[in-house]
């Protein structure tokens, strides 16, 4: 059984920063792209960032990008989300989620693809 465990959200005012980390554990962490999604209230849940088995390739939706960094270390099963100069419209619920196939050379984009989802944390911007 594949556990994600997702913790680091939180409250912060805008332009404050906060690390977001996803624990995993059941399964061979190293072989997986795994990403980060969120869902605002009355939104759909959109993928934020993306980051290959390897850690080499990653992918970060227009909106974050050069304000978060998505990075992995495999030797203790753990995906992490620097999050940078945070607006209120980043506000929402945050998941992780593992790739449901192994050694992508692409990490996915799309969320059936992703086999596994953490129980998300909420990170609340305030203005």
């Known amino acids: 059984q594949v556990q994600l465990v997702e913790s680091g959200g939180g409250l912060v005012q805008a332009g404050g920063s906060l690390r977001l980390s996803c624990a995993a554990s059941?399964?061979?962490?190293?072989?997986?792209?795994m990403g980060w999604f969120r869902q605002a209230p009355g939104k759909e849940r959109e993928v934020v960032a993306t980051?290959?088995?390897?850690?080499?390739?990653?992918y970060y939706t227009n909106s974050v990008k050069g304000r978060f960094t998505i990075s992995r270390d495999n030797a203790k099963n753990t995906v992490y989300l620097q999050m940078n100069s945070l607006k209120p419209e980043d506000t929402a619920v945050y998941y992780c989620?593992?790739?449901?196939?192994?050694?992508?050379?692409?990490?996915?984009?799309?969320?059936?693809?992703?086999?596994?989802w953490g129980q998300g944390t909420q990170v609340t911007v305030s203005s």
């Open positions: 059941g399964t061979t962490f190293s072989r997986y792209a």
């Open positions: 980051i290959t088995w390897s850690g080499r390739s990653t």
């Open positions: 989620a593992a790739d449901g196939s192994a050694f992508r050379p692409i990490g996915p984009r799309t969320l059936d693809e992703y086999a596994y």
